[in-house]
């Protein structure tokens, strides 16, 4: 009875934090019922976004499915800034939440390869590269877009599996 | 087994023919595009500012594809007027667009069948040429001149909905407390409650991933399924939609102090959402209300395709001032007005 009760409230407490991650971009949107004056630019909805999910990431302790979730579960809130902030047609919203979502995966697969510690400059140096993404989604084509993040999650997937294949390789046999 | 050397010579004739074809497929489309551009004209005018002014494209060998019309400024930059698109081959193309004086010349691009059309007018030059303007032109010119434009800096967060109370103010600080208090499209509700619901269905999700393996593949499925489901339904609940907002200043008082109480009034009409703001009943007893008041101070935004019909801006040749100059697209034979950021500013009705 006493682990059940000591489960219900871990549960309960995971369900809070989970709520609280979403409260700064709930009450974004609902603050701010007015529809802008002039488009708020949907890469900066994005680095914002993916910052923050970052950010929250660091609560997870290493759980990395957590950290990955985290980015998925902010979409709704980056589709709803690309429609009601950006003023971006369905094909639009489309559109950048698909450059949105593959930069971010590559960005997470690669800094994957590179290093698995998320200290204060790792973390800095991400939202960098975020706000870097943002910035290119507003000034270049979305064809280059995607096709960046296309190649460089293609070949930091395959980076990943060779040096997985090499160590396996590598380790004594028998 | 046996290489086959390279050859260098052979390769030479092939570099040779394949840069011949590049080279001849980069000219042949600047040389299409000189027939057309002799054939295409554009019929009309004068082209006069402040009002919405129309023109017709004529082009015997058939116009097709897009075609847009961009405005030149006094400063450089570019201002798109008129966007359309013709569906099948016509031989002419109606096009309507908004001028003011910061507009220096008219840049048209379209497609007929010999290629590119490009057609250049520099209003100033006609002007000059036509001579000068008649007196009541240049009144007319002077009339808009001075009815300024009150700046809008950003949309109210908490616009106030009731009546429009002025309290004996001139024209233009009642234009002001218009925009920046009362003039703001409202983002439907509906999608902040998809965002609440989604929000508490991927907190829930994150709870079954904690437990056993068959529960975890359940949760992280639910997870990706609810927030997919979420973006679609809250980026298709939260698009504005157009919003027009029209302020009718009481007849009596124009020109000089305004007093009176502003009725507000919301209409949902296919397409768009029109707030009207107008005298009430004993405010327009003294003089009735006319179906289009002498002097309208109008706000309206618009996002994505949508778009206000360009007969809700007034009945035909009035007089009008907009801040930023909108753009009139014609799709499927309809005219509307779209612009890319919120467009205030003044008509003036002459004709009722």
């Not at chain 1, 979403?22 to 609902?30: G, T």
């Not at chain 2, 992280?220 to 339904?233: E, H, M, N, P, S």
Request: net charge positive.
């Amino acid at each position: 009875m006493k682990a059940t009760r000591g489960q219900m409230a871990r549960a309960l407490a995971e369900l809070g934090l989970r709520l609280l991650y979403f409260l700064p971009p709930m009450a974004a949107a609902a603050l701010l019922g007015v529809v802008p004056d002039r488009p708020f630019p949907l890469g900066a909805s994005f680095a914002l976004l993916a910052a923050w999910a970052r950010l929250a990431g660091l609560a997870a302790k290493g759980r990395r499915l957590e950290e990955l979730m985290l980015y998925a579960e902010a979409l709704p809130f980056l589709a709803f800034a690309a429609s009601a902030w950006a003023g971006a047609s369905p094909a639009l919203v489309i559109q950048g939440c698909a450059e949105a979502c593959l930069s971010c995966a590559a960005l997470l697969s690669l800094e994957g390869l590179v290093t698995r510690k998320r200290g204060v400059a790792e973390t800095g140096l991400f939202i960098a590269s975020l706000a870097a993404i943002g910035l290119a989604m507003e000034a270049l084509s979305p064809a280059y877009v995607l096709g960046t993040a296309i190649l460089v999650l293609v070949a930091s997937l395959y980076a990943k599996a060779s040096r997985r294949g090499f160590r396996e390789a590598a380790r004594p046999r028998g | 087994m046996s290489k086959t050397p390279i050859r260098p010579r052979a390769a030479a004739p092939a570099t040779v023919l394949a840069l011949s074809l590049i080279f001849g497929m980069a000219l042949a489309r600047p040389l299409a595009a000189v027939p057309g551009e002799a054939r295409a004209r554009l019929e009309g005018g004068p082209f006069l500012p402040y009002r919405i002014n129309a023109a017709t494209l004529k082009d015997p060998s058939g116009l097709i594809g897009e075609m847009r019309l961009e405005g030149r400024s006094w400063d450089g930059s570019r201002l798109p007027l008129f966007e359309g698109r013709n569906a099948a081959s016509s031989s002419s193309a109606e096009l309507h667009f908004y001028l003011d004086e910061d507009i220096r010349s008219l840049v048209l691009t379209a497609a007929d069948a010999s290629g590119q059309v490009s057609i250049e007018l520099d209003l100033s030059a006609e002007e000059n040429r036509q001579g000068a303007l008649g007196p009541a032109e240049l009144a007319e010119r002077d009339r808009m001149r001075a009815l300024s434009i009150p700046p809008r800096l950003a949309a109210p967060i908490s616009p106030e909905g009731g009546s429009l109370v002025l309290e004996a103010s001139d024209i233009l600080a009642a234009a002001r407390l218009a925009s920046s208090r009362f003039f703001a499209p409202q983002r439907p509700p509906i999608a902040i409650t998809v965002l609440a619901i989604s929000a508490l269905g991927l907190a829930l999700a994150s709870l079954l991933r904690r437990g056993g393996p068959r529960l975890r593949g359940a949760g992280i499925g639910l997870g990706i399924a609810l927030a997919l489901a979420g973006a679609i339904v809250a980026a298709a609940m939260a698009a504005p939609g157009p919003w027009l907002f029209r302020a009718a200043f009481p007849p009596a008082a124009q020109g000089s102090q305004v007093s009176g109480v502003l009725e507000r009034r919301l209409e949902l009409r296919p397409g768009y959402t029109l707030v009207s703001f107008a005298p009430g009943e004993a405010e327009s007893s003294p003089a009735p209300l006319q179906k289009w008041p002498a002097l309208l101070f109008i706000g309206f935004s618009t996002s994505g395709a949508a778009g206000i019909p360009l007969a809700e801006l007034g009945p035909e040749g009035s007089l009008m001032r907009l801040s930023p100059a909108p753009m009139v697209s014609s799709r499927g034979g309809s005219m509307t007005l779209r612009s890319g950021s919120f467009t205030t500013g003044w008509i003036v009705n002459e004709g009722d």
